[in-house]
T-cell receptor, first 113, second 112 residues
């Protein structure tokens, strides 16, 4: 049973426009959520996170929104740049155990010049 | 500043062979984890460690052993390789609290 779901395997956007990546979760015990970005032949790199006590966290061009009642989070990238083209993973943890993350399957974002 | 270092980058094994994937971190992180990534499957937790001498199983531990004799090193052992263990393996480490996981660049393993 997949506890973290990224239902869009891929997303294509134009440079300068907004990219919205979505993630749903089923485990009510999850209280911390993270987004990772992965380029080919590299390890995932941390992008942004949000605690369940917040509904929004912003870091430069990246904003994560959390809707606990819907068990849904989204990552907004504004404006999108070609260098943002990568696979984006949503991940979740419970009880502060970020060493035991549960990952979604990832969404491949392509930003076209 | 090396971060998390994994060796080797690539490895080909025959079924039944054993090998150890090495992982070292230089950030004095308490927590370390091993994940595998398969096509269309995301990353799945194999084993993790909350400190030297302490390890535990993750979601997919069968066929793998780990040990943590030092804070820096967390090797992953394949006892008898099987084709189902063909995957990309990532080691990661993190510090206290909500510190995010830092990943190495992975080991691509093929078992024939």
């Amino acid at each position: 049973d997949q506890q973290v779901k990224q239902n869009s395997p891929s997303l294509s956007v134009q440079e300068g426009r907004i990219s919205i990546l979505n993630c749903d979760y089923t485990n009510s015990m999850f209280d911390y959520f993270l987004w990772y970005k992965k380029y080919p032949a590299e390890g995932p790199t941390f992008l942004i996170s949000i605690s369940s006590i917040k509904d929004k966290n912003e870091d430069g061009r990246f904003t994560v929104f959390l809707n606990k009642s819907a068990k849904h989070l989204s990552l907004h990238i504004v404006p999108s740049q070609p260098g943002d083209s990568a696979v984006y993973f949503c991940a979740a943890s419970d009880g502060g155990s970020n060493y035991k993350l549960t990952f979604g399957k990832g969404t491949l974002l392509t930003v076209n010049p | 500043n090396a971060g998390v270092t994994q060796t080797p980058k690539f490895q080909v094994l025959k079924t039944g062979q054993s090998m150890t994937l090495q992982c070292a971190q230089d950030m004095n992180h308490e927590y370390m984890s091993w994940y595998r990534q398969d096509p269309g499957m995301g990353l799945r937790l194999i084993h993790y460690s909350v400190g030297a001498g302490i390890t535990d199983q993750g979601e997919v531990p069968n066929g793998y052993n780990v040990s943590r004799s030092t804070t820096e090193d967390f090797p992953l052992r394949l006892l008898s390789a099987a084709p189902s263990q063909t995957s990309v393996y990532f080691c990661a480490s993190s510090g206290q609290g909500n510190s995010p996981l830092h990943f190495g660049n992975g080991t691509r393993l093929t078992v024939t």
